[in-house]
T-cell receptor, first 111, second 118 residues
Framework: RKEVEQDPGPFNVPEGATVAFNCTYSNSASQSFFWYRQDCRKEPKLLMSVYSSGNEDGRFTAQLNRASQYISLLIRDSKLSDSATYLCVVNHGGGADGLTFGKGTHLIIQP | GAVVSQHPSWVICKSGTSVKIECRSLDFQATTMFWYRQFPKQSLMLMATSNEGSKATYEQGVEKDKFLINHASLTLSTLTVTSAHPEDSSFYIC??????????????FGPGTRLLVL
């Protein structure tokens, strides 16, 4: 079983729609959770951290369910500029662990 | 946000040569930097953790003698791909964690280096 699993997509949605991404992780000891965005041939950029209480940043809402080892990202009122690959990322904890990335979900917003 | 630079941004070399990639944190100090590799349509895979002033920690399956890492200061880590071969062609990305980040553990990524070995 992969450590971080995501639906690879692509998700094709019309501009203005709401889109949801799901992610599951296998390591129950994981401590930190993030959503990153990666544009084609570019480095990943942090979109938002994910907290157990859920958190919102403008049109983006992230949720974490530790019991189910499940993370979600909701994008409301999608824009053309939201087209990218969204990476679910987990840190297993410890002093200096690197990040474990999912393969990403490719999102295409259509005009 | 914090800025991390990488140099060079792309490199083409002949098989058997060595390639050095630099990763710098420009506006913060990083005791720990990370090196990742991404093959086409694949996820980023952690190669090694670079610790300032000490030896790097390599992930399973990554040859430490082939991928030499030096972290000589709080703002610079280098990755040298020794005797590069075509299968080493990939997108190499570094990241750095702010010394003062605390429990957030946010990592900032460099723009990546595309390596093509002919």
């Amino acid at each position: 079983r992969k450590e971080v699993e995501q639906d690879p997509g692509p998700f094709n949605v019309p501009e203005g729609a709401t889109v949801a991404f799901n992610c599951t992780y296998s390591n129950s000891a994981s401590q930190s959770f993030f959503w990153y965005r990666q544009d084609c041939r570019k480095e990943p950029k942090l979109l938002m951290s994910v907290y157990s209480s859920g958190n919102e940043d403008g049109r983006f809402t992230a949720q974490l369910n530790r019991a189910s080892q499940y993370i979600s990202l909701l994008i409301r009122d999608s824009k053309l500029s939201d087209s990218a690959t969204y990476l679910c990322v987990v840190n297993h904890g410890g002093g200096a662990d690197g990040l474990t990335f999912g393969k990403g979900t490719h999102l295409i917003i259509q005009p | 946000g914090a800025v991390v630079s990488q140099h060079p941004s792309w490199v083409i070399c002949k098989s058997g040569t060595s390639v050095k990639i630099e990763c710098r944190s420009l506006d913060f100090q990083a005791t720990t930097m990370f090196w990742y590799r991404q093959f086409p349509k694949q996820s980023l895979m952690l190669m090694a953790t670079s610790n300032e002033g000490s030896k790097a920690t390599y992930e399973q399956g990554v040859e430490k003698d082939k991928f030499l890492i030096n972290h000589a200061s709080l703002t610079l880590s280098t990755l040298t791909v020794t005797s590069a071969h075509p299968e080493d062609s990939s997108f190499y990305i570094c990241s750095a964690r702010d010394l003062l980040a605390g429990v957030k553990k946010t990592q900032y990524f460099g723009p990546g280096t595309r390596l093509l070995v002919l």
